[in-house]
């Protein structure tokens, strides 16, 4: 069959086998979904069984691999590559490629040695184990856009160093990104609250205030504005905020917090989201939110919020 792209070339006096796979390019806020061995980073997937299609095989394997259910996609391209050496002995590679959503966790993996993990897709595109899978996330990248979240840097004083930083990397000592927090109430006193996808990579399910990082040539203001129309589609005006709260959060964070506070009257309107990372929002008092708090359905970093509100 013809393929988009064959890699390497059979070896002289080995005798290949050929063999078909399906693999998920699974992408969430920016980050890729990869399978972590101890040879190195491989796409979601494996070879077919008899007589099993592409989006099975993806579904089984993901399961196998990552513990993980999976759905896929869109068609994305196939390429083949001849492998010298694998457990199967020399293999002519033939690997189908598909965008797609990995679920929550839901099973122990079969295969131990496999570790889920979220990367930046940029960072997968140069570090994936195959050339043949670092040429699919390439793919991905020029079909889709789908591109790492940047933001800019900052010292624990708040100064702009001109600096900028892949989401996902590590990020420098001594450097700071801004994440914003953005309550909304209503004219009762309730709290506008969103439950998290169950694809989210953290915290699926639990339930959280709007908010999320700062990108790249944004204000704190600007960001908690734009955080607010993705996540549950409203469209709040800028001299409505109030700057309530800022913090420098160090170990595990390495961030500035900034918490604002939005007063509304007017529709949900979660139909007008523009990313799908909210599973479903409601207002509630700040009872109701302390009851989500002190039942583990909150997401645990929002306890700071109960003095505030």
């Not at 905020?241 to 918490?259: A, N, P, T, W, Y």
């Not at 989201?273 to 909210?278: N, R």
Request: proline share 6%; aromatic share 10%; charged share 25%.
């Amino acid at each position: 069959m013809k393929t988009d792209r064959t890699f390497g070339a059979p070896e002289p006096g080995k005798a290949y086998r050929s063999r078909e796979g399906a693999y998920l390019l699974a992408v969430q806020d920016g980050l890729l979904a990869v399978a972590d061995t101890p040879s190195g980073w491989f796409l979601p997937g494996g070879g077919t069984d008899p007589g099993e299609s592409h989006e099975a095989c993806i579904c089984r394997e993901c399961l196998e691999e990552l513990g993980c259910p999976a759905r896929a996609g869109q068609y994305m391209g196939c390429a083949d590559g001849y492998l010298g050496q694998t457990d199967f002995g020399p293999i002519h590679a033939i690997q189908f490629y598909y965008t797609g959503a990995l679920g929550t966790k839901s099973q122990e993996p079969i295969e131990p040695d496999h570790t889920f993990i979220w990367v930046p897709v940029e960072e997968a595109a140069q570090k994936m184990k195959l050339e043949m899978q670092r040429w699919a996330v390439q793919k991905l990248l020029e079909k889709t856009g789908q591109t790492g979240e940047q933001w800019d840097l900052y010292t624990q004083d708040r100064v702009l160093t001109g600096e900028t930083h892949l989401r996902g990397a590590p990020l420098p000592e001594g450097r700071y990104h801004l994440v914003v927090h953005i309550w909304i109430r209503n004219p009762k006193g309730q709290f506008l609250i969103s439950q998290r996808g169950a694809d989210r990579p953290a915290f699926p399910l639990l339930w959280e205030c709007t908010g999320g990082s700062v990108v790249k040539g944004e204000d704190s203001l600007t960001g908690a504005l734009r955080e607010v129309k993705e996540e549950v589609g409203l469209d709040l005006p800028p001299e409505g905020g109030k700057l309530i709260h800022s913090e420098v959060r160090g170990e595990g964070f390495q961030d500035i917090l900034d918490v604002w506070l939005f007063d509304y009257n007017g529709p949900l309107a979660l139909e007008k989201a523009t990313t799908k990372e909210v599973a479903q929002c409601r207002w509630m008092d700040k009872s109701e939110i302390q009851a989500l708090y002190d039942s583990g359905e909150l997401v645990p970093t929002l306890g700071y919020v109960f003095p505030l509100l």
